[in-house]
């Protein structure tokens, strides 16, 4: 098969590699297409042991594609091990690093990781749901507990888990707030169902957000990091802040009194358990948004998807296979 293997030093090369053979209680999918995350980033160039894996190995947490056993469209959870309790993984592996992943012709994987394919979604629609659909979904209801009525404030409006939970949460009933750099982010994610927003360029943007909603909102989502801060000052008393990323640096100085007084919670996330992975798929096909695409390129052109991730985006880059 033809893959896209990551090699020592972070070089990647599309390149002939042997086919996957299946395992007891796995399956080998004839993929279709794939997605890139900001793990795939981390994992080529890692920033410390946590993501330095032993090479090579095929790249790739997201991809969708056919059953080669039985014919079925299907879409791959990537993890594998995470077990019996939705809180915590026991013993996570994730496709992309460690595990071959998706950036191939081909991939075996355990049967129980294969879902249905959203039948409203196309292939590379479908292939942009793991990683970052469940991650914003976890965020957002599992761990964040946002009802039907609330206000959520979602930070960097155009991320891929960010075009997520602005769709997920307007869909769930749910006022939509944004941070973007961009007037055009703003406004492409008033097409998901937000609300409105605020640029996150501008002077105290938290009180931006504060003229949006007076009282404060109810639930921020944050994958930034070091906005905590300001992310805490537009909660209303008694919010919660939900943080599954550090992209703005993993170092942060917080007002303890400020947190407590106030009443106000930091949860932290990443990923999903299996069975919340069914929980969101199920939701994506009951909603009549579509998942933002940045841009589609051919497996041959992955290189070319890893420049683009690391530049400015809006949505999901995706490779067809």
Do not use: C
């Not at 590699?17 to 395992?23: F, K, N």
């Not at 407590?260 to 798929?281: K, V």
């Amino acid at each position: 098969m033809q893959a896209f293997r990551i090699h020592v030093g972070g070089e990647g090369r599309y390149e002939e590699a042997p086919d996957p053979v299946a395992g007891d209680g796995e399956v080998v999918v004839e993929l279709r297409a794939a997605a890139l995350n900001r793990r795939d980033i981390l994992v080529r160039n890692p920033p410390g042991p946590a993501y330095d894996f032993p090479k090579p190995f095929v790249a790739g947490h997201d991809g969708a594609g056919v059953r080669r056993d039985t014919g079925e469209e299907v879409v791959i959870y990537p993890g594998v091990g995470w077990g019996p309790s939705d809180d915590l993984p026991a013993g996570l592996k994730w496709l992309g690093g460690p595990l071959d992943g998706t950036f191939a012709e081909l991939v075996a994987v355990p049967e129980e990781n294969l879902f249905p394919k959203p039948p409203r979604l196309s292939w590379e629609e479908t292939a942009s749901l793991p990683v970052a659909g469940m991650t914003a979904y976890r965020a957002l209801f599992p761990v964040g507990g946002l009802e039907a009525g609330e206000t959520v404030l979602v930070l960097g409006a155009g991320s891929g888990a960010s075009s997520f939970a602005v769709a997920l949460a307007a869909q769930a009933g749910a006022r939509v707030l944004v941070t973007s750099s961009s007037e055009e982010k703003i406004e492409r994610s008033r097409n998901l169902g937000a609300d409105g927003g605020v640029l996150y360029t501008q002077d105290d943007w938290a009180g931006a957000v504060r003229e949006l909603a007076p009282d404060g909102v109810d639930l921020v989502v944050d994958s930034v990091g070091a906005t905590w801060p300001d992310s805490l000052r537009a909660l209303r008393r008694g919010g919660r802040l939900v943080v599954f990323g550090g992209t703005g640096g993993a170092m942060v100085e917080l007002d303890v009194r400020f947190v407590y007084l106030n009443f106000l919670s930091i949860l932290g996330t990443t990923g999903a358990s299996p069975r919340q992975f069914g929980a969101f798929l199920e939701m994506v096909q009951a909603g009549s948004w579509q998942p933002a695409i940045d841009s589609v390129r051919p497996l041959a052109e992955a290189e070319t998807a890893y420049e683009r991730l690391a530049a400015p985006h809006d949505g999901k880059v995706v490779l067809s296979i």
